[in-house]
């Protein structure tokens, strides 16, 4: 057993004795700023699973320009939206910086879907009574509602923030693709005014939320690009094409439809939603997976990740091109 | 002038061993990797194939919009500056059917079964 293997079990045990049985424990592949791990025991004989979310070896790199978020103010925030009654992974126990696991938490493991290929299957619910759309509204909803304010350190992004973050990073790469000008002086010219700053996910896709055949929505994950901004961001984001997974005429994750998604949000929040702010939050999130893509690439280029994934990707952006196209000079919200 | 096979034959002998033989043995990461591999060998292909013309008929479009002459990767980085810059204007038609066209040249080649892709073909 290697000696990370060991501080979990040992860390666990010295909170629940139960953790003796512990017979497997497995980090899960990918990752570049957090690991996760999966931990098996026994209880009961039945086998029990438990999940360890922690720092790329229990160090943040603050080196890097754009750190990742501290999962001390990831946990807080889980915490808060667990007590709100959103779906969200029980937080079990916190690691500290300073312990063997650095900085981290262990949460509950929930089993269901989150593959965005297999959800948005047509056979994927066999339920016809559940709506995947109309469950996102809500709980996108409740995540908006949050008491942010007594919360600590929640970096603030809005618009202009996000414009300029990766207007930057596309302007680093010293590449010349017309589309991306083009849809950056769109942007810049169509910055919507946000009125109120919102907890928003910053990352809710198809992909990221744990999904059950049987009742829909089970867990929403992937809190580490969470911070405050404009509603719409978090809105516009399920929608835009690349996460529809081929499912085009589905505009909601490549499995519903906007008014249900929109009229079961706005019923839930009294947030009216303003149809232009959601076409710049479309254009920019696509823009963002675009250069995200060339990111990805550029792992490869750097030496730093040699797989052959990582080199196709940069081929991926001109997919975002043409939706960039479509989304700026066709009539937004036809569909 | 080499002998045969051509390069295209090379590849199109390597994609069916990966599909034919490779695909199927694999599981989890390596056989995910080994489908990526199989299409960026496709990729390459619709680039050995479509590539020239594509160019060319990217040039000549760039040139008409810039007036003036270079090689395909100054004339884009001279229109990314004009757009930049708002010498070019986003709404004008010249530009936005230059960069429709060229759009969708290049996913003849990256990605032709992508959905935004096949609904502009329609």
Not at chain 1, 56 to 83: C, H, T, W
Not at chain 1, 93 to 107: A, D, H, I, P, V
């Amino acid at each position: 057993m290697n000696q990370t293997k060991k501080d979990i079990k040992d860390f666990l045990i010295s909170k629940d004795i139960k953790f003796s049985s512990i017979f497997e424990i497995d980090k899960l592949p990918g990752g570049s700023s957090n690991e996760t791990w999966i931990i098996k025991y026994k209880n009961d004989s039945c086998v029990e699973k438990i999940v360890l979310r922690r720092h790329f070896q229990g160090i943040r790199n603050i080196d890097n320009e754009y750190p990742p978020l501290s999962l001390k103010i990831e946990s807080d925030v889980m915490i808060a939206a667990y007590d709100e009654k959103i779906p969200v992974p029980k937080i079990l126990y916190r690691t500290e910086s300073k312990s063997n696991l650095g900085e981290g938490f262990f949460m509950e493991f929930i089993e269901g879907v989150a593959l965005g290929n297999k959800i948005v299957d047509n056979n994927f619910l066999k339920s016809k009574k559940v709506n995947l759309s109309e469950q996102c509204g809500y709980h996108l909803s409740k995540i908006h509602k949050i008491n942010h304010k007594k919360l600590e350190n929640i970096q603030k992004s809005e618009a202009i923030d996000e414009f300029r973050k990766y207007f930057e990073i596309y302007k680093n790469y010293n590449l010349s693709i017309p589309v991306f000008d083009f849809s950056f002086k769109w942007l810049e010219k169509n910055i919507p005014n946000n009125e109120k700053l919102h907890l928003l996910h910053g990352d809710f896709r198809n992909g990221n939320i744990l999904m059950s055949e049987e009742t829909g929505i089970k867990s929403i994950l992937d809190w580490e690009l969470l911070h405050l901004g404009d509603p719409h961001e978090d809105l516009a984001w399920i929608c835009v094409n690349s996460w529809r997974f081929g499912k085009m005429n589905k505009p909601v994750g490549g499995f519903g439809e906007r008014k249900d998604f929109y009229n079961s949000y706005e019923k839930e929040s009294n947030f009216k939603i303003n149809k232009k702010s959601i076409q710049f939050w479309e254009v920019l999130g696509t823009l963002k997976w675009g250069i995200m893509c060339l990111k990805m690439y550029d792992a490869y280029k750097s030496g730093y990740d040699k797989s052959v994934d990582r080199a196709a990707i940069g081929r991926r952006s001109s997919e975002t091109e043409i939706d960039l196209l479509r989304l700026i000079t066709k009539e937004f919200l036809d569909e | 002038m080499n002998n045969p096979p051509s390069k295209e034959e090379l590849i199109i002998s390597i994609i069916n061993f990966l599909e034919n033989d490779i695909i199927s043995e694999l599981k989890g990461q390596k056989r995910f990797h080994a489908h990526v591999a199989k299409n960026s060998l496709n990729i390459v292909l619709r680039q050995l194939r479509l590539e020239k013309e594509n160019n060319s008929k990217e040039k000549k479009r760039l040139k008409e919009i810039l007036k003036i002459e270079g090689n395909l990767k100054d004339l884009n980085q001279i229109l990314c500056e004009k757009i930049n810059n708002e010498e070019i204007d986003i709404n004008n038609d010249e530009l936005i059917d230059h960069l429709y066209k060229t759009t969708m040249e290049k996913l003849s080649i990256d990605q032709p079964n992508y959905s935004g892709y096949l609904a502009e073909k329609k």
